[in-house]
């Protein structure tokens, strides 16, 4: 059993910067392969990036790509989704998840249903 709790949303102009913190429990959190993803009104929940424990590699979103990076601190049990050059089509709730095995190819590590585990959400508000 993992539990989530999200944190480090807000407002933020445009092209500013946020980073998103996700605090798990459990004595097994590096095993997990952990994501992020985020779901505007009246949208699906989408895909934003993934750290896949097993090698240690890192995937996003095309949107996202050059602009978020995802770590984590295994020492923590925490996970980051560092954000920088905000735009106002960031804006959503942005969801931290955990998966015993996510995959290795995007049609997996990008389906919310491989993931086990899923925290409350943070709001992320992007103003121009």
């Known amino acids: 059993q993992v539990q989530l709790v999200e944190s480090g949303g807000g407002l933020v102009q445009t092209g500013g910067s946020l980073r998103l913190s996700c605090a798990a429990s459990?004595?097994?959190?590096?095993?997990?392969?952990m994501g992020w993803f985020r779901q505007a009104p009246g949208k699906e929940r989408e895909f934003v990036a993934a750290?896949?424990?097993?090698?240690?590699?890192?995937y996003y979103a095309n949107a996202v790509k050059g602009r978020f990076t995802i770590s984590r601190d295994n020492a923590k049990n925490t996970v980051y989704l560092q954000m920088n050059s905000l735009e106002p089509e960031d804006t959503a709730l942005y969801y931290c998840a955990a998966s015993s095995y996510a995959g290795t190819f995007y049609a997996m590590y990008a389906r919310p249903k491989n993931y086990n585990y899923w925290g409350q959400g943070t709001q992320v508000t992007v103003y121009s």
């Open positions: 459990g004595r097994t959190f590096s095993t997990y392969d």
């Open positions: 750290f896949i424990s097993n090698g240690a590699n890192t």
